[in-house]
């Protein structure tokens, strides 16, 4: 894969995941995402989202305070949106084995999506609402008084 052409990631606490693909020709490709190899954390949850709305649907809009998880997009595409307070940046979700970071304290909107298509999370923790910042106000106020590293 050219690593290369992927834009750079100008927010903090984030980064890539490249997954090994095999492909198979005309039967399929196969792709493989190991925990503390791949994905930097032990798993302790996978979930999915699909049945999205193409333009209509927006997922996400938190930041979490100490989970850490990676998403990919294994089919279709979206419109990642990334915030760690004091950057914001777009990325385009389009390729099966390439996964972004989401760390701790980033803000994370995802639309845009595409017809069929899948989103994918390994994510380092079980799910605990009290971890969310659902509030943007309140998530751009704690990084500003130091609390997103
Ligand atoms: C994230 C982005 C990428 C559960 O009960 N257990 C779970 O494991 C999850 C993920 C969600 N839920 C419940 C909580 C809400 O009542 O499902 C409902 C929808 O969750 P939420 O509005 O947080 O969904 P998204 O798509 O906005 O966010 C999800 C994850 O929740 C979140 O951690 O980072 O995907």
């Avoid at 209509?56 to 595409?77: D, E, M, P, W, Y």
């Avoid at 990334?82 to 084995?97: F, P, V």
């Avoid at 803000?107 to 899948?118: I, L, P, Q, R």
Wanted: a negative charge; proline letters at 1%; charged letters at 25%.
């Amino acid at each position: 894969m050219q690593t290369e052409n992927f834009e750079p990631l100008l927010v903090k606490n984030s980064g890539y995941v490249f997954l090994k693909k095999v492909c198979d020709q005309n039967d399929g490709t196969l792709i493989i995402a190991e925990a503390q190899k791949d994905i930097p954390f032990d798993l302790k949850r996978v979930y999915y989202i699909n049945n999205l709305k193409n333009f209509i649907s927006v997922r996400g809009c938190h930041a979490h305070k100490t989970l850490r998880q990676v998403i990919f997009c294994i089919a279709g595409s979206f419109t990642l949106t990334l915030d760690d307070g004091a950057t914001r940046q777009k990325i385009l979700m389009n390729h099966d084995n390439a996964g972004i970071i989401l760390g701790q304290m980033l803000w994370h909107e995802m639309s845009e999506f595409a017809s069929g298509t899948v989103l994918l999370v390994f994510a380092s923790d079980y799910y605990d609402e009290a971890d969310y910042i659902r509030n943007y106000e309140e998530f751009t106020e704690i990084c500003r008084k130091g609390g997103g590293k």
